[in-house]
């Protein structure tokens, strides 16, 4: 029996050697592709992370399939396939070196993890309910995963293995 899952999680530390041009993000971006193009449609979503510890730098990348805009022939089989899309971008950068002015873009949030200051740009980021299990939420329980500015410093906080999450402090927000 085929079974294939509905998730993937493609994960990528930049200090490991690939031949892929570009590095280790651009062989994530191409295991996502693959993973939306070979599996028959059963994957609905792909996380990217991509963890560059020497920039201190943690970018994760929402993939799906969306329609294509190259139109083919109506004569070919299939005219208009699904083409694997990166959807959400965002970026997680501890001690960023250039400093944000207080009139900085809503879309970057710093946060502070006891001395440690961090730029987060791109957040929420938003898994849907229904692409990982292939049915409608059943509330209040059930819901899409919303990792927010919060959640994104936690995540990072542990990363780097910091204190407790009572130490945060969200500027912007």
């Not at 799906?64 to 109506?74: K, M, V």
């Not at 900085?104 to 949030?109: A, D, K, L, N, S």
């Not at 899409?144 to 919060?150: C, G, N, R, S």
Request: charged share 20%; net charge negative; hydrophobic share 35%.
């Amino acid at each position: 029996m085929y079974r294939c899952y509905h998730l993937a999680l493609q994960t990528g530390d930049h200090q490991v050697p690939t031949t892929l041009p570009g590095g280790c993000l651009n062989r994530c971006r191409h295991d996502a592709r693959w993973w939306l193009e070979n599996s028959h449609g059963d994957v609905k979503i792909v996380i990217v992370i991509s963890v560059k510890k020497e920039e201190k730098k943690l970018v994760i990348e929402k993939w799906c399939l969306s329609p294509n805009i190259r139109h083919r022939p109506p004569t070919h089989p299939n005219p208009n396939p699904p083409a694997p899309t990166m959807m959400h971008e965002l970026t997680v950068v501890q001690n960023p070196s250039i400093p944000q002015p207080d009139d900085r873009p809503p879309q970057i949030v710093n946060v502070q993890i006891g001395g440690t200051s961090y730029n987060v740009t791109g957040a929420p980021l938003t898994i849907e309910f229904d692409k990982i299990f292939l049915r409608p939420p059943v509330p209040p329980n059930e819901h899409d995963l919303v990792f927010d500015t919060a959640a994104l410093a936690d995540i990072v906080d542990d990363f780097r293995g910091g204190g407790p999450a009572a130490d945060r402090e969200a500027v912007g927000d």
